[in-house]
């Protein structure tokens, strides 16, 4: 079964410049997580998609972040413009639904340095 | 609110027991898990509980006091491979069923 798949995995951008990340999570999988992860500490939520729709952005930091999962499979998170403290991995993650015993999988991630 | 604390770092030695603790408080607690992280890898899933008492699995085990908030990962026959970050994380129904992870605790296996 192929797993959760994010590209790049690595960006280096300039401050105030912007960039995208993508992925398609496990096949059948209908939860998708974005997830921020700072050097040294625990991953961090962003949003949570249920199919298309929004469950969860409340930590988005919305002047800056957005995502879509537009056709309820592959999503895009975007940093627009993007600011030093935004240097992260971005893990992408899913699961089969949001029931207690679903596990969530993770993908490799995408480190963004910004410069 | 929620909150996870775990220890930031560990050390133990090759072939040797080690028991990494990971106390909660959250308002819609939903089952806790445990993962591994290796160094520039993403988190894969070790183990889950949802009930009080011990999973095991293999080398791992993990028990779970919903009660006391308290959570522990055990690590027997420690082997060099385990040397990793491991992730405490807590699902919460009153947080859109979240995964709301702790800050990780960094274990090194020395020889």
């Known amino acids: 079964e192929a797993g959760v798949a994010q590209s790049p995995r690595y960006k280096i951008i300039e401050k105030r410049q912007s960039v995208a990340f993508w992925c398609n999570p496990i096949?059948?999988?209908?939860?998708l997580y974005w997830y921020q992860q700072i050097l040294g500490q625990g991953p961090k939520l962003l949003i949570q998609?249920?199919?298309?729709?929004?469950?969860?952005d409340s930590q988005l930091p919305k002047d800056r972040f957005s995502a879509e999962r537009l056709k309820g499979v592959d999503s895009t998170l975007k940093i627009q413009p993007a600011k030093l403290e935004d240097s992260a991995v971005y893990l992408c993650?899913?699961?089969?639904?949001?029931?207690?015993?679903?596990?969530?999988?993770f993908g490799e991630g995408s480190w963004l340095t910004v410069v | 609110g929620q909150n996870i604390d775990q220890p930031t770092e560990m050390t133990a030695t090759e072939g040797a027991i080690v028991q990494i603790n990971c106390t909660y408080q959250?308002?819609?607690?939903?089952?806790l898990f445990w993962y591994q992280q290796h160094a520039g890898e993403a988190p894969t899933f070790l183990s889950y509980?949802?009930?009080?008492g011990l999973e095991e699995k293999g080398r791992f085990s993990s028990f779970l006091s919903r009660s006391k908030g308290y959570s522990y990962l055990l690590l027997k026959e420690l082997q060099m491979k385990d040397s990793a970050s491991y992730l405490c994380?807590?699902?919460?129904?009153?947080?859109?069923?979240?995964?709301?992870f702790g800050p990780g605790t960094r274990l090194s296996v020395l020889p």
């Open positions: 959250t308002s819609g607690f939903n089952g």
């Open positions: 998609f249920q199919n298309n729709g929004v469950v969860d």
């Open positions: 096949s059948g999988h209908a939860t």
């Open positions: 993650a899913s699961s089969f639904d949001r029931g207690s015993g679903n596990t969530i999988y």
């Open positions: 509980n949802v009930l009080d």
């Open positions: 994380a807590v699902r919460d129904r009153d947080y859109g069923q979240n995964f709301v």
